[in-house]
């Protein structure tokens, strides 16, 4: 299953905000520098997907990811 994300980095709080069944917007506190705000948004997608592999599909450099779930 591939899910949609809209990333927006270096925000005040972390939330997740589900648009559709595989569309969703997170906000993460971590900079979009060096890889971080891409290897936080992987962690909350896998807490919201437990015991499935997570891996970033697309969008490693933009705000508009893919990531492939299952």
């Given at each position: 299953?591939?899910?949609?994300?809209?990333?927006?980095?270096?925000s005040k709080i972390e939330k997740v905000e589900q648009?559709?069944?595989?569309?969703?917007?997170?906000?993460?506190?971590?900079?979009?520098?060096?890889?971080?705000?891409?290897?936080?948004?992987?962690?909350?997608?896998?807490?919201?997907?437990?015991?499935?592999?997570?891996?970033?599909?697309?969008?490693?450099?933009?705000?508009?990811?893919?990531?492939?779930?299952?």
């Open positions: 299953m591939y899910l949609k994300l809209k990333v927006i980095p270096d648009l559709k069944d595989d569309e969703y917007r997170i906000w993460v506190r971590a900079p979009a520098e060096n890889n971080h705000a891409n290897n936080r948004v992987l962690e909350i997608v896998r807490e919201l997907y437990p015991q499935m592999k997570v891996r970033l599909v697309s969008g490693h450099t933009s705000p508009s990811k893919i990531v492939s779930v299952g």
